[in-house]
């Protein structure tokens, strides 16, 4: 089991700050005029992982320091480790310093899930000062801490991943980092109620926080990017846990799509956008007559507001019995459809549930519901469109008007003006 955040309170004052020698306080420097600055861009150090690297904006900056964030289980030691593996591959030394595990059982997995060039060196230590001294010995090229929650300076009066010391010893890394020039990772555990204090109050000090996502019990995991003074938050790394580790996925979408039963009355595929990139999705629906007295809504994947509020528009707007249904709703694959433009397919899930008709074989959902019924345009409609026809969809609903008719000639479009419509096309086709 992991260990919980002990929270407690902290005067906010730096502790790192109060001794002497503190790589904080490095020697005094001068104001000059910008134009008198070396405009020189940071050289990058490839993770030859290619997810990651996007995610990072083209691989780790010198000096900086990166958060990796996410649940217990989730894969955090995984990507490093793997990370640590490519790194090392490539003839640049990697210090991995294991706080969790033994340095034998890092070993171990390191042989299931690759190989490690002779580069990359464990050390097993929770200890700061120690961990400092290790890498004044080792002088890695690049160096990551498996967790910062388990790591404690002596000189703060209080445990190992208290606010306190998480924050001083994050503090007193980065500071080695960017004073030595190595690009520093640390892994960082976020509980599942939000209880995020570790890894929040760290945020501001890093240069970049990598929050590493999934559902427990699916196999896809997204790295999204939540803050990085190096490259682009809109950019989201994809990967699939495997027996092996973990493998980049570049086609997630067929992963998500495999298997789908486009014949079954409930399901319908939505194209929503993680960061920049189009990902389709099967949204699926079960409407059933109340079990008990009152409707019941579960979902998963997906925003029990927005459910609601469609329910909400099918009974007004259209007279339908929504409001004596219970209604499950599911987003397949472990993803968050978190974005307003699954609304059309969640839509036409719903009606497709309740009139027990298939929607047309490969057909995409795109568009948002407003509350008077009306299917509203989305950003990003090339781009949805476009990832369709990749994954072979020859049509799509999408909102009237929202779209030039030969953007992708080979997907043709039907244009939905409201939910009264889609209702129609649904009852007629299926
Ligand atoms: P881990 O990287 O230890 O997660 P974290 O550091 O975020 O706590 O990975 C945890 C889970 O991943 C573990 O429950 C088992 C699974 N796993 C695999 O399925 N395949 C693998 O090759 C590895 C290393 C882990
Ligand atoms: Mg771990």
């Given at each position: 089991?992991?260990?919980?955040?002990?929270?407690?309170?902290?005067?906010?004052?730096?502790?790192a700050?109060?001794f002497?020698?503190s790589p904080l306080?490095?020697?005094?420097?001068?104001?000059?005029?910008?134009?008198?600055?070396?405009?020189?861009?940071?050289?990058?150090?490839?993770?030859?992982?290619?997810?990651?690297?996007?995610?990072?904006?083209?691989?780790?900056?010198?000096?900086?320091?990166?958060?990796?964030?996410?649940?217990?289980?989730?894969?955090?030691?995984?990507?490093?480790?793997?990370?640590?593996?490519?790194?090392?591959?490539?003839?640049?030394?990697?210090?991995?310093?294991?706080?969790?595990?033994?340095?034998?059982?890092?070993?171990?997995?390191?042989?299931?899930?690759?190989?490690?060039?002779?580069?990359?060196?464990?050390?097993?230590?929770?200890?700061l000062e120690?961990i400092e001294?290790?890498?004044?010995?080792?002088?890695?090229?690049?160096?990551?801490?498996?967790?910062?929650?388990?790591v404690?300076w002596?000189e703060?009066?209080?445990?190992?991943?208290?606010?306190?010391?998480?924050?001083e010893v994050t503090a007193r890394l980065l500071a080695l980092?960017?004073?030595?020039?190595?690009?520093?990772?640390?892994?960082?555990?976020?509980?599942?109620?939000?209880?995020?204090?570790?890894?929040?109050?760290?945020?501001?000090?890093?240069?970049?926080?990598?929050?590493?996502?999934?559902?427990?019990?699916?196999?896809?995991?997204?790295?999204?990017?939540?803050?990085?003074?190096?490259?682009?938050?809109?950019?989201?790394?994809?990967?699939?846990?495997?027996?092996?580790?973990?493998?980049?996925?570049?086609?997630?979408?067929?992963?998500?799509?495999?298997?789908?039963?486009?014949?079954?009355?409930?399901?319908?595929?939505?194209?929503?956008?993680?960061?920049?990139?189009?990902?389709?999705?099967?949204?699926?629906?079960?409407?059933?007559?109340?079990?008990?007295?009152?409707?019941?809504?579960?979902?998963?994947?997906?925003?029990?507001?927005?459910?609601?509020?469609?329910?909400?528009?099918?009974?007004?707007?259209?007279?339908?019995?929504?409001?004596?249904?219970?209604?499950?709703?599911?987003?397949?694959?472990?993803?968050?459809?978190?974005?307003?433009?699954?609304?059309?397919?969640?839509?036409?899930?719903?009606?497709?549930?309740?009139?027990?008709?298939?929607?047309?074989?490969?057909?995409?959902?795109?568009?948002?519901?407003?509350?008077?019924?009306?299917?509203?345009?989305?950003?990003?409609?090339?781009?949805?469109?476009?990832?369709?026809?990749?994954?072979?969809?020859?049509?799509?609903?999408?909102?009237?008007?929202?779209?030039?008719?030969?953007?992708?000639?080979?997907?043709?479009?039907?244009?939905?003006?409201?939910?009264?419509?889609?209702?129609?096309?649904?009852?007629?086709?299926?």
């Amino acid at each position: 089991m992991q260990e919980e955040l002990v929270t407690e309170k902290s005067s906010g004052k730096s502790v790192a700050g109060a001794f002497r020698g503190s790589p904080l306080t490095g020697p005094a420097t001068k104001a000059v005029p910008i134009g008198q600055i070396e405009p020189k861009a940071e050289k990058r150090v490839p993770t030859r992982l290619a997810e990651l690297d996007r995610v990072l904006g083209g691989g780790l900056v010198p000096g900086s320091g990166m958060l990796i964030a996410g649940e217990p289980g989730i894969g955090k030691s995984t990507l490093l480790l793997q990370t640590a593996q490519r790194i090392s591959a490539q003839g640049a030394r990697f210090l991995y310093v294991t706080g969790e595990e033994s340095a034998a059982q890092v070993r171990l997995r390191s042989d299931r899930i690759g190989k490690a060039g002779d580069e990359l060196y464990l050390l097993a230590e929770c200890d700061l000062e120690r961990i400092e001294d290790q890498i004044a010995a080792v002088r890695p090229a690049v160096v990551g801490i498996d967790s910062i929650q388990t790591v404690r300076w002596a000189e703060v009066p209080s445990s190992a991943g208290g606010v306190t010391q998480v924050r001083e010893v994050t503090a007193r890394l980065l500071a080695l980092a960017r004073r030595e020039g190595f690009p520093l990772l640390l892994v960082g555990h976020v509980t599942k109620d939000g209880g995020v204090a570790g890894p929040r109050v760290l945020e501001h000090m890093v240069d970049g926080v990598l929050q590493f996502e999934g559902e427990r019990g699916q196999p896809l995991r997204i790295l999204r990017g939540i803050k990085n003074r190096f490259g682009s938050t809109q950019e989201v790394g994809i990967f699939e846990m495997r027996g092996d580790g973990l493998a980049e996925i570049s086609n997630p979408s067929k992963l998500l799509l495999g298997e789908r039963r486009s014949d079954a009355p409930g399901s319908a595929t939505a194209a929503i956008l993680e960061g920049s990139r189009p990902l389709l999705v099967e949204v699926q629906a079960l409407v059933s007559p109340a079990s008990h007295g009152t409707a019941a809504r579960k979902v998963s994947g997906l925003d029990a507001s927005r459910l609601s509020m469609l329910a909400a528009v099918f009974e007004k707007r259209l007279g339908l019995p929504f409001g004596e249904r219970d209604i499950h709703a599911n987003v397949v694959g472990g993803v968050k459809m978190s974005s307003t433009a699954g609304d059309l397919a969640l839509a036409a899930a719903l009606l497709s549930s309740l009139h027990d008709k298939p929607v047309p074989a490969n057909c995409v959902f795109i568009g948002e519901v407003g509350l008077l019924g009306e299917v509203r345009a989305v950003p990003g409609m090339g781009e949805r469109l476009e990832e369709a026809r990749r994954l072979g969809f020859r049509s799509a609903a999408v909102p009237a008007g929202s779209i030039p008719k030969n953007t992708v000639p080979e997907v043709q479009i039907h244009e939905i003006s409201d939910v009264g419509q889609l209702g129609r096309k649904i009852r007629a086709d299926g």
